[in-house]
């Protein structure tokens, strides 16, 4: 009813009354939630967008779109630096997740965030494991994980580390 009521005067409102409502997952009302979130980021209210992405992923019931929206989430909340946020709520779910392609998406966003919540280092070592973890299944994600781990260490003012040679997929590579 209360959706009913602000339709007209507040899109956003109105799509948040069913959210708070559901009692399960609502596949209709995480459709009207992911089609919030993207305005809100349109127009520049990313914490909005993470928000509405966040509550869209627990009423998935597809869970590609749950996974999309849950990385969207984490990805608008790295945008607004909440690298702890981001790692204290990533790591759990990179840990959870045995898909390789999905996991390295995930542990991009969360490896990034580690490099500012936990120090370059420990990002680096981070992004570099998830990389040597999903390198049999995916070498070009492992290698981008990889990339971002010799950022992280220029971050950390650690250059040899970036061109010391590692066995990376049955083979030596500089990264």
């Given at each position: 009813?209360?959706?009913?009521?602000?339709?007209?005067?507040?899109?956003?409102?109105?799509?948040?009354?069913?959210?708070?409502?559901?009692?399960?997952?609502?596949?209709?009302?995480?459709?009207?939630?992911?089609?919030?979130?993207?305005?809100?980021?349109?127009?520049?209210?990313?914490?909005?967008?993470?928000?509405?992405?966040?509550?869209?992923?627990?009423?998935?019931?597809?869970?590609?779109?749950?996974?999309?929206?849950?990385?969207?989430?984490?990805?608008?909340?790295?945008?607004?630096?909440?690298?702890?946020?981001?790692?204290?709520?990533?790591?759990?779910?990179?840990?959870?997740?045995?898909?390789?392609?999905?996991?390295?998406?995930?542990?991009l966003?969360?490896?990034?965030?580690?490099?500012?919540?936990?120090?370059?280092?420990?990002?680096?070592?981070?992004?570099?494991?998830?990389?040597?973890?999903?390198?049999?299944?995916?070498?070009?994600?492992?290698?981008?994980?990889?990339?971002?781990?010799?950022?992280?260490?220029?971050?950390?003012?650690?250059?040899?580390?970036v061109?010391?040679p590692?066995?990376?997929?049955?083979?030596?590579?500089?990264?």
């Open positions: 009813a209360l959706a009913d009521a602000t339709s007209s005067t507040d899109p956003d409102r109105s799509a948040l009354h069913p959210a708070g409502a559901a009692d399960g997952p609502d596949e209709s009302v995480a459709a009207r939630l992911d089609e919030l979130a993207r305005a809100a980021e349109q127009r520049g209210a990313p914490s909005a967008a993470a928000e509405a992405w966040e509550h869209a992923a627990r009423l998935s019931v597809d869970p590609d779109r749950r996974f999309d929206r849950i990385l969207a989430s984490l990805t608008a909340r790295w945008a607004l630096g909440e690298s702890e946020r981001v790692v204290t709520t990533g790591r759990p779910l990179v840990e959870s997740t045995t898909d390789p392609v999905r996991r390295a998406r995930l542990a966003i969360v490896g990034q965030a580690e490099v500012w919540w936990n120090g370059p280092i420990a990002g680096a070592r981070y992004l570099s494991a998830e990389g040597d973890r999903v390198a049999p299944a995916d070498p070009a994600a492992a290698g981008l994980l990889e990339v971002y781990a010799a950022n992280a260490h220029l971050v950390a003012l650690d250059p040899e580390a061109v010391k590692r066995i990376f997929v049955n083979r030596v590579v500089t990264v």
